[in-house]
């Protein structure tokens, strides 16, 4: 078995790569555990891998993005609290980055912290969001505004689960996967591009190595960062278009997805900023980003105004203008706090023009 070890002020974790079949034994060490597990994996998986469970120890937990939420939350912990263990209970979450959220969130405050355990299923959650610490809740229309910092105790990853995941889920995970690649430098860019036609064919060595390397380049910019207050921001890349792509849609435009157009408005940006080249813009968007999206978002997901008027909610904003993650030529990036709306809407524009031009190329 692989194990990274994530370095944290709160706890040290390790990250285990773990075959599928060897689950449940593992599983079988934490007494007093109560699984939450996602409705979708419970279908998949019901009469195999959880066929064993203790039925009346599972909450089995619809997840879509407008249940990342504190009605959510509070339901959870109405349930758990009806079981006998307190302080000693270990919550085991089998799921994606929403599941991961919210089991987090209660994780981190039920009885003042309670010992969690994650196994996440999704290519997103594997790749991204499963360390780091953070748990993140919506709140009316704002993405992510309540959270908290709490690790898990430890983090079990199958890349088995990915087999059965659906493509637009999956190729959203993709686009976080090229993100952190690319934040990785040149060499990781390369490594991608070598890779990226077996990952999506759900090669499992390819599969691995794509999703060990994108925790690994994480973890360098969050061992001297955990709190997010300087380096760690630069993850958002992408992030700042992306979350409001997210919200125009309604969500129809997944996360990871909205990242990859983020990330191709935050390139155009910063081409027109003077700091990325015109065929460094290029060279991303053919390669790297146009065979990872698999969504053609509608014309009003992209509406400019909805959107600058969503990227002025967003929670790194400290001034009057707009906040972008910036990518410089040589795969360094970095935040501009200064952005203009008349800058936003130039990328808008451009986008949706290189957008559809180069998708005709494709067919």
């Known amino acids: 078995m692989s194990v990274i070890t994530i370095k944290s002020h709160i706890r040290n974790y390790d990250v285990t790569f773990v075959d599928y079949h060897v689950i449940s034994s593992l599983l079988e060490k934490y007494s007093q555990r109560i699984f939450v597990i996602d409705h979708n994996v419970w279908r998949l998986y019901a009469s195999d891998l959880f066929h064993e469970f203790t039925y009346e120890k599972v909450i089995v937990l619809p997840i879509h993005e407008e249940g990342k939420s504190l009605e959510t939350v509070q339901d959870l912990y109405n349930r758990l609290i009806q079981y006998a263990a307190k302080r000693n209970m270990t919550m085991i979450s089998i799921g994606g980055g929403i599941l991961q959220d919210i089991t987090g969130f209660v994780a981190s405050t039920l009885y003042r912290g309670i010992n969690w355990i994650f196994l996440p299923t999704t290519l997103l959650a594997q790749a991204d969001s499963c360390i780091g610490s953070k748990t993140s809740l919506n709140y009316k229309s704002y993405k992510n505004l309540i959270g908290t ?51 999506v064919k759900k090669d499992s060595l390819a599969l691995f190595t794509a999703v060990r390397n994108s925790l690994l380049i994480k973890s360098d910019y969050i061992a001297d960062d955990e709190f997010d207050t300087g380096k760690r921001n630069l993850l958002n890349f992408g992030h700042c278009f992306g979350h409001a792509i997210e919200s125009t849609s309604e969500f129809e435009i997944p996360h990871g997805q909205a990242v990859v157009m983020g990330m191709w408005l935050a ?29 053609t978002p509608e014309e009003k997901f992209l509406n400019t105004q909805k959107i600058i008027e969503a990227m002025k909610k967003d929670k790194k904003r400290t001034g009057e203008d707009l906040v972008i993650i910036m990518m410089k030529d040589n795969y360094e990036f970095t935040k501009l706090n200064d952005v203009q709306e008349s800058e936003v809407i130039a990328a808008l524009n451009e986008f949706k023009k290189n957008f559809m031009g180069l998708q005709k190329k494709v067919q």
Do not use: W
């Not at 690790?151 to 976080?176: A, R």
């Not at 390139?267 to 969504?295: H, V």
């Open 267 to 295: 390139n155009i940006a910063a081409q027109n900023r003077g700091i990325l080249s015109e065929e460094r813009n290029e060279f991303i968007a053919q390669n790297l980003l146009l065979p990872t999206i698999a969504i």
């Open 149 to 199: 910092f709490y690790p898990p105790s430890s983090v079990y990853i199958c890349p088995q689960f990915l087999f059965t995941q659906e493509d637009s889920d999956f190729f959203s995970g993709l686009g976080e996967v090229v993100k952190l690649h690319m934040m990785g430098g040149n060499e990781k860019v390369t490594e991608i591009l070598d890779l990226l036609p077996k990952i």
